[in-house]
């Protein structure tokens, strides 16, 4: 560039150089180009330090230095059980902190919640082999996820065969949301790549009845599909075979998610081009040849990220099944409030419960955003 | 053409059996789609008469006719004890579609100035903005619902102590209290008033525009309209010694009396469900703003436009192709999350449905009641974004 040492003589009719700019770079300069650039900002600048500190210290403060984290000595020493009055101000963590047990486990066999622990541990295997382990392993880690897992964990969880059975009503809390949860991804994954090629099928009848059961499902609220599963599938099924609450709720939840995991897929369908499709009839494929060869498995990568992110919409919506009575996180939190030993803690405990949930989806996303941007290499040019 | 699909469809018929032709496959395949689900529907259907005749419940609704015997905590058209269950059932609707008409107003508010702050230069601003949306779109609406709930009821103030916002409006752990307004016999002349001034804005509107287009001369017609629409209203209020009368809430004994009263279930239920979907409707704006192409920013400004113009005439006509759809979807999530008022005692629908089911125990006919009811809603919303989406949708030659 110029050699800035060099200075241009003073000519005839040239006005005098101007001052040097002021700092264009440091904090000052940065300062004064993002906070105060113009009267609007410097007020919307004052404006949010306001709010800033009308809200950060209060809320830190209830949430440490106020709070109450260790029990009193007549707790420990086994004289009586805490109860809310240990707690003068801010957030009462002992209600956390004496009920966490139930919160995770719900009412699960203390001696055999291992087996919860466990099958978690398995799942979490499962998940990271598809997602993030090395592809070589990918199809193994398919086949354990989607059909090992399953069985092992089931069995693990309900007992039989060898280990004690703990019928589902004694599931709950944060486990249960766990199994929810899993049970819809496993499941809805299948059914919603059959809804999706059934959309997009030239087979009229196949087509229409996937359009319907998919609109129809969107068009509805998940709790009403919850309500529906519950109430309605006892009536449908001969009075010999009924099941239970669980199964019931389980069967709505995966008939929601399959809908909108059919939506997601077939953007993923939509976006392979067609040249795709017509290579691999010109091989000599079949349908199922080519779509599970050639088109799946291209269709599928390019919607993982909007398939965690259904996840985590779902993930949320477990919350839901409290309102038919399953005794999720959600409702084990709220099962506490009633203990008379617990009166007016419920800040504290859907503080608590927000920040479960926060920790979780907000992961989630940020994994999400994670695989969109490896998954996005080869696409974008 | 002809020759080559006539020498095909003969191929075809020499060398391919016909239990490989596609054609005839797709149709087999097809007719065992049919014949299992025609099954599946019989079995259910015949389950279903059965269990409902062992149970000894009759299907029909002649039961909206009979008094509800429940009564219900809010409702715009009045209902008490007596009231038909039909007619409770309908209230329940209605808080329904009110519930979702504020939450999808103030949402969008919400979130377009959240999802503008986000692009906000001012660094603590969109900080702030980004905050905001990651924290509130990760945690359950239920949660959020649950939350303000309780937090209304527990730090609110109870209605001795309600505060007093200039002896207008007191907030207290029975809900927002506002004044009401009545009008009186010459309110009829301030709504003409209004009406003439809308109508004459829209017609200088229109005036203005043809003039421009005719000879490029504009007409500040965005201020003359906005002060007719104010200003003639304002004018015969004033004219006629102002005809609406307030009437403010007052405390007498044990609750307020008089006013308009937002309760605690609503107003959880407005909170929290504005506060949710806005992260979203922001994120929506946001992406919709910046897919619009920086390159129409810059020729806009090349042409000399100035930037709220450009703002105006620019970005947000191309932004909005993006932003409907998506927010059309929004739109529909928030009716169909409404259903979630029943978790915090705000009559809606669902609860209305849940409780009129335990009363009459009529399951069948009281979901089909409430699913036609969400399928006609989600479907008359979407019509009408698609109408809407088409009248802005770009027009490529």
Redesign the interface.
């Known amino acids: 560039m110029t050699d800035e040492t060099v200075s241009v003589p003073p000519s005839e009719g040239r006005k005098p150089d101007l001052p040097p700019p002021m700092s264009v770079s440091g904090p000052w300069a940065w300062m004064r180009?993002?906070?105060f650039?113009s009267p609007l900002?410097i007020a919307?600048?004052i404006l949010?330090?306001l709010?800033?500190y009308l809200i950060i210290p209060p809320l830190v403060a209830w949430a440490t230095t106020l709070a109450t984290w260790v029990f009193p000595t007549e707790v420990i020493v086994g004289d009586r059980s805490p109860r809310s009055s240990d707690c003068p101000d801010g957030a009462c963590w002992l209600f956390v902190r004496a009920r966490i047990g139930q919160f995770l486990f719900g009412f699960y066999p203390e001696p055999e919640r291992w087996r919860v622990i466990l099958s978690f541990v398995l799942g979490a295997i499962g998940i990271y082999g598809l997602l993030g382990g090395p592809a070589r392993f990918r199809k193994y880690a398919a086949i354990f996820f989607f059909v090992v897992f399953p069985i092992v964990s089931f069995w693990l969880l309900r007992g039989g065969l060898g280990l004690m059975s703990v019928p589902t009503e004694q599931w709950g809390g944060f486990m249960l949301t766990l199994v929810i949860a899993l049970v819809g991804i496993v499941l809805s994954l299948p059914f919603g790549i059959l809804l999706a090629l059934g959309r997009r099928s030239?087979?009229?009848?196949?087509h229409l009845?996937c359009v319907i059961f998919i609109e129809?499902v969107?068009?509805?609220?998940?709790?009403?599909v919850i309500?529906?599963a519950n109430?309605?599938l006892?009536?449908?099924?001969?009075?010999d075979m009924q099941v239970n609450v669980l199964l019931r709720v389980l069967v709505g939840t995966t008939a929601f998610v399959s809908a909108y995991m059919a939506e997601v897929i077939r953007g993923g369908l939509q976006a392979i081009p067609k040249g795709q499709f017509e290579g691999a009839m010109a091989l000599g494929l079949g349908y199922w040849g080519v779509m599970r060869l050639v088109i799946l498995p291209q269709a599928l990568r390019i919607s993982i990220p909007s398939i965690v992110n259904t996840f985590?919409g779902f993930f949320?919506?477990t919350?839901?099944v409290?309102?038919v009575g399953l005794y999720d996180f959600?409702n084990m939190v709220?099962t506490g409030f009633k203990d008379a030993n617990w009166v007016?803690v419920?800040?504290t405990g859907?503080?608590f419960?927000?920040a479960v949930?926060?920790v979780c989806?907000?992961s989630m996303?940020r994994y999400s955003m994670h695989l969109e941007r490896k998954l996005h290499t080869g696409h974008k040019r | 053409m002809a020759e080559i699909s006539a020498g095909r469809s003969r191929g075809r018929r020499t060398s391919i059996a016909w239990w490989r032709d596609e054609r005839t496959r797709g149709i087999i395949w097809q007719i065992v789609v049919v014949a299992v689900l025609c099954l599946g529907v019989w079995f259910i259907i015949a389950n279903m008469v059965d269990n409902l005749r062992r149970l000894g419940i009759p299907l029909g609704f002649d039961f909206l006719n009979a008094p509800a015997g429940f009564a219900i905590s809010f409702s715009i058209i009045p209902t008490d004890l007596n009231s038909s269950i039909g007619r409770v059932i309908l209230a329940g609707m209605i808080n329904t579609l009110l519930a979702s008409a504020i939450c999808i107003a103030l949402a969008t508010i919400l979130g377009v100035i959240v999802g503008i702050c986000r692009l906000s230069k001012n660094y603590l601003i969109s900080r702030l903005a980004t905050a905001y949306v990651e924290t509130l779109r990760n945690i359950p609406l239920l949660v959020q619902l649950l939350f303000w709930y309780v937090a209304i009821l527990q730090l609110f103030p109870n209605v001795r102590q309600a505060i007093n916002v200039f002896d207008l409006m007191f907030m207290s752990n029975r809900g927002v209290n506002i004044p009401r307004p009545i009008p009186e016999e010459d309110f009829g002349i301030v709504l003409v008033a209004l009406a003439v001034g809308i109508a004459l804005a829209i017609g200088i509107a229109s005036w203005a525009h043809r003039r421009q287009m005719a000879t490029g001369q504009q007409f500040p017609k965005g201020r003359v309209g906005l002060g007719l629409i104010v200003g003639l209203p304002l004018i015969a209020s004033l004219a006629l010694g102002n005809p609406v009368s307030w009437q403010v809430p007052e405390l007498t004994g044990f609750n307020f009396q008089g006013g308009l009263v937002l309760q605690p279930e609503l107003t959880a239920l407005v909170l929290g469900m504005t506060a949710y979907t806005a992260s979203f409707i922001a994120e929506i704006v946001r992406g919709g703003i910046l897919a619009v192409s920086h390159g129409q920013t810059e020729a806009a400004y090349a042409l000399g436009l100035k930037p709220g113009t450009t703002l105006r005439l620019v970005i947000i006509p191309q932004s909005l192709r993006i932003i409907v759809p998506p927010m059309t979807s929004q739109y529909l999530n928030i009716v169909k999350n409404t259903t979630l008022a029943g978790a915090i005692a705000y009559p809606d629908l669902f609860s209305i449905v849940g409780t009129s089911l335990n009363q009459t125990g009529r399951p069948v006919e009281n979901i089909a009641i409430m699913m036609v009811f969400f399928l006609v809603i989600s479907i008359l919303i979407s019509l009408f974004m698609n109408w809407y989406n088409r009248r802005i949708a770009l027009v490529e030659r």
């Open positions: 180009e993002n906070l650039s900002n919307l600048t949010s330090l709010l800033l030239n087979l009229p009848v196949v009845l129809f969107r068009g509805v609220p998940l709790i009403t309500f529906m109430i309605m006892p009536l449908f099924l001969p009075p985590i949320k919506d919350t839901l409290s309102m959600l709220k007016g419920e800040i859907f503080a419960c927000a949930y926060w989806c907000f996303s």
